[in-house]
């Protein structure tokens, strides 16, 4: 059956994961932390982020978490922080982070909608510094739909996010395809009956996708010529 939708996944999809967020993790913690860089360490281990070396885990809750999540593993840390004041802090952050796109998004995007197809983001981050982030880099007027974990339909690896996008613009969930970098986003997609494209953009590797994905691809920018030749 033909794709006339894609639904992307935003960090370490549409966003090169390592380069993008490894920075971001030092300079949250510094700032929650006041400038005290063994506190800082102990609040990397909680996330799953190596403070010294601005690199993540493959288990890290700021992979496939939400915000609400990272911010609960964080909050035991920071006693005199309201969990509110954490997630705030957070937010805040993740919206002023510069973005590396995975590949030149404009040229790419326009390519996708001048071939006819809706596009969508859905993310685990809140739905604020999404549209932030697409903002940041020019393409947020290319999408249809863009929903974060805080937008009422849910998050990933529920299919909550996408059925909502399958309904809005109004495609058959099956004539969709779900792109992420994440076992969740491909568990969405496959919970949701979208195809499932995974992109190696992201902190997972293609052994660990292959399973949940109908392909594996290097990045997005490999998709116009997987779709052309399916």
Request: proline share 6%; net charge negative; aromatic share 6%.
């Given at each position: 059956?033909?794709?006339?939708?894609?639904?992307?996944?935003?960090?370490?999809?549409?966003?090169?994961?390592?380069?993008?967020?490894?920075?971001?993790?030092?300079?949250?913690?510094?700032?929650?932390?006041d400038g005290d860089a063994q506190h800082a360490s102990?609040?990397?281990k909680a996330i799953g982020f190596d403070y010294a070396?601005?690199?993540?885990?493959?288990?890290?809750?700021?992979?496939?978490?939400?915000?609400?999540?990272?911010?609960?593993?964080?909050?035991?840390?920071?006693?005199?922080?309201?969990?509110?004041?954490?997630?705030?802090?957070?937010?805040?952050?993740?919206?002023?982070?510069?973005?590396?796109?995975?590949?030149?998004?404009?040229?790419?995007?326009?390519?996708?909608?001048?071939?006819?197809?809706?596009?969508?983001?859905?993310?685990?981050?809140?739905?604020?510094?999404?549209?932030?982030?697409?903002?940041?880099?020019?393409?947020?007027?290319h999408f249809d739909f863009v929903a974060g974990y805080?937008?009422?339909?849910?998050?990933?690896?529920?299919?909550?996010?996408?059925?909502?996008?399958?309904?809005?613009?109004?495609?058959?969930?099956?004539?969709?395809?779900?792109?992420?970098?994440?076992?969740?986003?491909?568990?969405?997609?496959?919970?949701?009956?979208?195809?499932?494209?995974?992109?190696?953009?992201?902190?997972?590797?293609?052994?660990?996708?292959?399973?949940?994905?109908?392909?594996?691809?290097?990045?997005?920018?490999?998709?116009?010529?997987?779709?052309?030749?399916?």
């Amino acid at each position: 059956m033909p794709i006339d939708a894609l639904l992307f996944d935003k960090d370490g999809t549409l966003f090169d994961f390592a380069a993008t967020w490894g920075v971001f993790g030092r300079i949250v913690l510094e700032r929650l932390s006041d400038g005290d860089a063994q506190h800082a360490s102990q609040m990397g281990k909680a996330i799953g982020f190596d403070y010294a070396q601005e690199a993540y885990g493959p288990d890290s809750v700021v992979i496939t978490g939400t915000v609400d999540e990272v911010a609960g593993a964080l909050h035991p840390h920071l006693p005199n922080k309201s969990l509110s004041e954490v997630v705030e802090t957070l937010n805040q952050a993740s919206a002023a982070a510069q973005q590396i796109p995975a590949v030149p998004l404009a040229p790419f995007l326009e390519g996708l909608r001048h071939a006819g197809l809706k596009l969508g983001v859905a993310t685990n981050d809140a739905e604020m510094p999404a549209l932030q982030h697409l903002d940041s880099v020019g393409v947020r007027d290319h999408f249809d739909f863009v929903a974060g974990y805080d937008s009422g339909h849910g998050y990933k690896p529920g299919p909550g996010q996408l059925l909502a996008f399958a309904s809005h613009i109004d495609i058959d969930p099956s004539r969709i395809a779900m792109v992420g970098d994440s076992l969740h986003d491909l568990e969405a997609g496959r919970a949701a009956g979208m195809v499932t494209i995974g992109v190696l953009t992201g902190m997972a590797a293609a052994e660990t996708l292959r399973p949940l994905a109908d392909v594996v691809l290097p990045d997005i920018g490999h998709i116009p010529g997987w779709l052309s030749s399916n």
